[in-house]
């Protein structure tokens, strides 16, 4: 039996306690009741298409309005626990700002849910650390003659200062839901060991892509594939936060096999550089975060198809 049960209800959710009967054993003390009340859901939505990339900036919009319109009921996380940083509004300077309001709000009582759809990218030049090579592009009205350039002027933020700026806020936990290409590359050796890190804290990351791969769009291209299945996830099923990734990352890559197909027959055509679209998400919770976070079951949400 873990620790700490993360039961997620309503806001009147009541103490669970063990009884004698039960375990032969005395009821919980009051110290340890206060332990076992549900912790509050904080969300923080960033979805970023600039428009010096491909795709239509509907796209990143459209995949965070819809991953937190189904995330948000099933985590009982209200308008006033919801914070999006959409396009215009996800820029670099905005994400501090959102940061530094939240260090100074959440605490040991309260779990943030970051979901993030925007393009990552790497150093100009290589580095000596593939772990820290990377870059979080935020939006920036025209694309940055140096990656350099763009972290050193604040526009974008490297890997690492992503990760300590996580690790200003108190949360008692931390799940991070990350949909771009090489998502892998925020892993959980950059959480877990970077030199600002809450060492105790429990935090997951679910990468919407493996290693080298490319996060593919839905077959219309108005949404980011992963996010088109975790929204349907969470109008589907019941059960654990994990219940519902283990869904939503199966019916990626189901989707994601004739996508790929039709993407390598188009670059066959061109002779293009070939890329690696067969996008399998993975999830690394080595706390069980997921596993032990209960969604607010569909028929009291109104969700359910």
């Given at each position: 039996m873990p620790a700490r049960l993360r039961m997620l209800c309503s806001a009147a959710f009541g103490v669970f306690a063990l009884t004698g009967a039960l375990l032969g054993a005395a009821p919980l003390s009051d110290a340890s009741a206060q332990e076992e009340k549900a912790l509050r859901n904080h969300i923080v939505g960033i979805g970023n298409c600039p428009p010096w990339h491909p795709q239509a900036l509907?796209?990143?919009?459209?995949?965070?309005?819809?991953v937190v319109a189904a995330l948000g009921p099933r985590l009982d996380a209200g308008p006033d626990k919801?914070?999006?940083?959409?396009n215009e509004g996800a820029s670099a300077s905005a994400l501090k700002m959102k940061a530094t309001e939240l260090a100074n709000r959440l605490g040991p009582e309260d779990r943030l849910i970051i979901y993030a759809n925007l393009p990552l990218g790497q150093f100009d030049s290589d580095q000596p650390d593939a772990e820290n090579g990377y870059i979080l592009e935020f939006w920036a009205t025209?694309?940055?003659?140096?990656?350099?350039?763009?972290i050193g002027n604040g526009t974008w933020i490297s890997a690492p200062a992503f990760a300590a700026m996580l690790h200003t806020i108190p949360a008692a936990e931390v799940i991070l839901v990350l949909d771009t290409n090489n998502s892998y590359a925020v892993n959980m050796h950059l959480l877990d060991k970077h030199?600002?890190?809450h060492e105790e804290r429990p935090e997951a990351l679910i990468s919407s892509a493996g290693s080298g791969q490319t996060a593919n769009y839905s077959a219309d291209r108005t949404i980011s594939l992963f996010a088109k299945h975790l929204a349907l996830a969470?109008?589907?099923?019941?059960?654990?936060l994990q219940d519902v990734m283990t869904v939503a990352?199966?019916?990626t890559r189901q989707a994601a096999i004739p996508i790929c197909a039709a993407l390598k027959e188009h670059q066959g055509e061109d002779n293009g550089p070939s890329v690696d679209c067969q996008q399998v998400p993975e999830i690394h919770d080595p706390d069980a975060l997921l596993s032990e976070t209960m969604l607010i079951p569909l028929a009291e949400t109104g969700l359910s198809q």
């Open positions: 509907e796209v990143c919009r459209n995949s965070l309005e819809k919801t914070h999006l940083l959409i025209e694309r940055p003659e140096t990656a350099a350039e763009a030199s600002v890190d969470l109008q589907e099923t019941d059960g654990t990352s199966g019916g």
